[in-house]
Structure formats: C-alpha cells, structure tokens
C-alpha cells in the first residue's frame, strides 16, 4: 500500500523571500577564510570575522552567534561576516571572493582565529 502526502508544510524560522536567506543567483558560492578579500554589495575588504547564527532572532549572528574560521556559503546557513573598514554584510550578500592562501599574513590570520576558536572550545575540538 501507498500513502500520499498531501501537503507538507515546513515550519520555517524565516520566510523563504527574506532578503537574508538563501544564496541568490549573483551570490558567491564557495569556501571564504578570514583573511579572503571580498566584494559585497558596493564595498570590498578582508574578512575579519565570519559569524554563523544560531538563533531565529539574530540573524546575523551578533549575540549568540559562532565565530567560525571558514564557511561555505553553498550550505546556506544564517550568518555574516565583518570586513574591511568595520564593513558587515550577510553571506548571501557576497558577490566575490579572492582566497589569499598563499600569503603568509592570511595564513597567519587564519592559525590564530582556529586558535582562539579551539580555546574558545576547549580541548575536545
């Protein structure tokens, strides 16, 4: 026997047309790292935080966000990142990505935020 769903109705923390969520069709869809240079929106800088949301009411992340070393924008969570001259925008916001891997200033940006993340953490990270 086969049994077919009517309807299935997903209790969403936000409506699907919200500006903050979801990638749109001229979002960046990639990894970004502290110490990536991005454009976003009419302004571009280097990513100095990157916040994932962890609350329905915040989010950009800014109270109870966590502060992460990497994301992939492709798995459309809630969050933002801080760039530039004190500059935020939301990741679906991000037009561009350039990956500094190979200088040493990003590099060193990147070990020190994994570091205070993982003391954040404890030692069970």
Known sequence: MVQIMNSLKID????????RVGLEDDSYQGTIKVGDH???LNKSGVIKSITIATDDHDVAGETSGIDVPSYNTKLEYQGSVVFGDNNWCYFNQIINCIND???E???AKRE??????QDAQGEGY
Request: charged share 40%.
């Open 12 to 19: 969403r923390a936000y409506p699907v047309r919200d500006h």
């Open 38 to 40: 991005i454009r976003c």
């Open 101 to 103: 891997d190979d200088t």
């Open 105 to 107: 200033e990003a590099e």
């Open 112 to 117: 020190y935020i994994i570091e205070q993340f």
